[in-house]
Nanobody, 124 residues
Framework: QEQLAESGGGLVQAGGSLRLSCAAS?????????MGWFRQVLGKEREFVAA????????AYADSVKGRFTISVDNAESTVYLQMNRLKPDDTARYYC????????????????WGQGTQVTVSS
């Protein structure tokens, strides 16, 4: 399986922006493969944030981040990005990149690899 490496997390004030990156070690999947971002607060379940196909299509977002976050891909660099604007303290979490993301009609999940995550902390 591919290896995923996230970067770009940090501490930011409410209203600020961060851009997360997820570099995939290799590409063995086609352009219709979904990559995604999830986040988790210690003690809570991991939750879906956004997903996109390697061809840049079918972007999907959790309601809580719509209009503030943008997911994108650089196909040539095998990298997925998450641009996060107008950050709120509730966005504080560890953010994980995942491959082979699926949606069963109610739940988003991954059948592929997970990265180690990158911490995002938003101060009020």
């Amino acid at each position: 399986q591919e290896q995923l490496a996230e970067s770009g997390g940090g501490l930011v004030q409410a209203g600020g922006s961060l851009r997360l990156s997820c570099a995939a070690s290799r590409r063995t999947f086609n352009n219709y493969y979904l990559m995604g971002w999830f986040r988790q607060v210690l003690g809570k379940e991991r939750e879906f944030v956004a997903a996109i196909r390697w061809n840049g299509g079918s972007a999907a977002y959790a309601d809580s981040v719509k209009g503030r976050f943008t997911i994108s891909v650089d196909n040539a660099e095998s990298t997925v990005y998450l641009q996060m604007n107008r950050l709120k303290p509730d966005d504080t979490a560890r953010y994980y990149c995942a491959s082979d993301v699926r949606f069963d009609g109610s739940v988003w999940f991954s059948l592929g690899s997970w990265g180690q995550g990158t911490q995002v902390t938003v101060s009020s």
